[in-house]
């Protein structure tokens, strides 16, 4: 509980001291958005390694040379916990923005900096915007940012990830892309499968797979894209129970 506690503290903290810098982001990103998109992806790896390090979180990353370092790509991940975002932001280079629900579009303060880091918000209830939104994803690969994305739509709490949904993966199939498997464990082990609000140390498990080049497959591979990484994860995750 205590964990808890200062985590949810320091988040608040961080939030209402921020809001001067926000303002001063506001006028400068009429002038320099590059500038403050790197100033506000670094802030907030900053805030999530604190936060994994108040939480007891030992992460152990596998395959960061299958991650090209001269391009943007789609990252895909299994989705069981909300520290997945915080470990997976934490272990990528470059600039990144993943792919949230809609609904996290209402919290004052963390929703402007999800908007800094270049984050998209999906309304899973609306397929008119839900597609908008993967348009916006494909225009934001195209000018050079990276994307993360878990194709399940929502939190799993089943060992092996739940149906990919093969339409998520279409800004790389547009933008031309890598597509990078990412498989997570041991975050559930933080927070979801404790008692309520008890924050546990954990060891957390990333690994990056091979890069999957959509331009290079065939269409029957491009349209069963989401089954094949899901099933790719799934090795790469019985790989960390081994090690």
Same mark, same amino acid.
């Given at each position: 509980?205590?964990?808890?506690? =200062? *985590? %949810?503290?320091? *988040?608040?903290?961080?939030?209402?001291?921020?809001?001067?810098?926000?303002?001063?982001?506001?006028?400068?990103?009429?002038?320099?958005?590059?500038? %403050?998109?790197?100033?506000?992806?670094?802030?907030?790896? &900053?805030?999530? @390694? =604190?936060?994994?390090?108040?939480?007891?979180?030992?992460?152990? %990353?596998?395959?960061?040379? &299958?991650?090209?370092?001269?391009?943007?790509?789609?990252?895909?991940?299994?989705?069981?916990?909300?520290?997945?975002?915080?470990?997976?932001?934490?272990?990528?280079?470059?600039?990144?923005?993943?792919?949230?629900?809609?609904?996290?579009?209402?919290?004052?303060?963390?929703?402007?900096?999800?908007?800094?880091?270049?984050?998209?918000?999906?309304?899973?209830?609306?397929?008119?915007?839900?597609?908008?939104?993967?348009?916006?994803?494909?225009?934001?690969?195209?000018?050079?940012?990276? *994307?993360?994305?878990?194709?399940?739509?929502?939190?799993?709490?089943?060992?092996?990830?739940?149906?990919?949904?093969?339409?998520?993966?279409?800004?790389?199939?547009?933008?031309?892309?890598?597509?990078?498997?990412?498989?997570?464990?041991?975050?559930?082990?933080?927070?979801? &499968?404790?008692?309520?609000?008890? %924050?546990?140390?954990?060891?957390?498990? *990333?690994?990056?797979?091979?890069?999957?080049?959509?331009?290079?497959?065939?269409?029957?591979?491009?349209?069963?894209?989401?089954?094949?990484?899901? @099933?790719?994860?799934?090795?790469?995750?019985?790989?960390?129970?081994?090690?």
């Amino acid at each position: 509980m205590f964990r808890a506690i =200062k *985590i %949810v503290g320091t *988040i608040v903290s961080f939030l209402v001291g921020s809001i001067g810098t926000l303002h001063r982001m506001d006028k400068q990103g009429q002038v320099d958005p590059v500038a %403050v998109e790197e100033e506000s992806t670094q802030m907030v790896r &900053n805030i999530f @390694e =604190k936060l994994l390090k108040m939480a007891g979180v030992t992460v152990e %990353v596998r395959g960061y040379e &299958n991650i090209p370092q001269d391009r943007p790509v789609l990252y895909v991940g299994n989705h069981r916990s909300y520290f997945d975002i915080l470990v997976g932001y934490t272990t990528v280079p470059g600039l990144m923005g993943f792919v949230a629900k809609k609904e996290m579009e209402k919290i004052p303060l963390l929703s402007k900096w999800m908007l800094n880091v270049n984050c998209l918000f999906l309304d899973r209830k609306n397929i008119k915007a839900g597609l908008a939104t993967m348009n916006e994803g494909t225009q934001l690969l195209k000018d050079g940012f990276s *994307i993360a994305i878990f194709p399940e739509g929502t939190r799993s709490q089943d060992e092996d990830p739940h149906e990919f949904k093969e339409g998520s993966l279409r800004p790389a199939l547009k933008a031309k892309v890598p597509v990078i498997p990412m498989a997570i464990s041991g975050t559930a082990d933080i927070l979801e &499968n404790n008692k309520r609000f008890q %924050v546990k140390p954990a060891t957390v498990h *990333i690994t990056f797979g091979q890069p999957i080049y959509p331009d290079q497959l065939e269409r029957a591979e491009k349209k069963h894209l989401g089954a094949t990484i899901r @099933e790719e994860i799934i090795e790469m995750r019985k790989k960390h129970k081994t090690s």
